[in-house]
């Protein structure tokens, strides 16, 4: 059975700093991988979406690495900023029929 | 345009009451869920729907009735809840038929507490 870690659970950095979120996933054999961003309360929304043969996706300030061999996946968000504060949930999709696998997250605060 | 929506936003609603969370999308997607998400835990997925009909039902007590009347709507029927149903419900929706690997896209949820 899948299973994805996110460490740590929670982060709190100071405005401008770069900044790597982890996800880790057990079983390598995945279709793709999709990191969210939520904030309290609200809904999820889709940042980046990688596929399995891809090694990065790129959007604006994010950057989302996958390296399935070692069962890795990183979010890189440069020049953070207090917006940027909100939990990052990384979900692994196992099979292209399969359904999404969630992180637990990590809470991103980022202070002014 | 790629937006989800849901209602209401928030939902009170007694043990005895039958109540209806409401989801709609008009991407053209034919993949909907349902999912169910507690405060500081990952969604967990209840339903999904795939071209309108009933794929995947994750062993969801039957207090909970999903609806798909047409591709681009999506309803959860709830009945007789328990306390520990209070909870985020997060519909979504996907290209395809819940195949293929393609992006999710999440409304902003229901918050539901039942007393």
């Known amino acids: 059975k899948q299973e994805v870690t996110q460490i740590p659970a929670a982060l709190s950095v100071p405005e401008g700093e770069n900044l790597v979120l982890n996800c880790s996933f057990t079983d390598s054999a995945i279709y793709n991988l999709q990191w969210f961003r939520q904030d309290p309360g609200k809904g999820l929304t889709s940042l980046l979406l990688i596929q399995s043969s891809q090694r990065e996706q790129t959007s604006g300030r994010l950057n989302a690495s996958l390296d399935k061999s070692s069962g890795r996946s990183t979010l890189y968000i440069a020049a953070s900023q207090p917006g940027d504060s909100a939990t990052y949930l990384c979900a692994v999709r196992p099979g292209s029929a399969r359904q999404l696998t969630f992180g637990s997250g990590t809470q991103l605060t980022v202070l002014p | 345009d790629t937006e989800v929506t849901q209602t209401p936003k928030h939902l009170v609603m007694g043990m005895t009451n039958k109540k209806s969370l409401k989801c709609e999308q008009h991407?053209?997607?034919?993949?909907m869920y349902w999912y169910k998400q507690k405060a500081k835990k990952p969604p967990e997925l209840m339903f999904v729907y795939s071209y309108e009909k009933l794929s995947i039902n994750e062993s969801v007590p039957s207090r909970f009735s999903p609806e798909c009347p047409n591709s681009s709507l999506l309803n959860l029927h709830l009945h007789a809840l328990q306390p520990e149903d209070s909870a985020l419900y997060l519909c979504?929706?996907?290209?395809?038929?819940?195949?293929?690997?393609?992006?999710?896209?999440f409304g902003p949820g229901t918050r539901l507490t039942v007393t």
């Open positions: 991407m053209g997607h034919r993949a």
């Open positions: 979504a929706s996907s290209q395809g038929g819940g195949t293929g690997g393609y992006e999710q896209y």
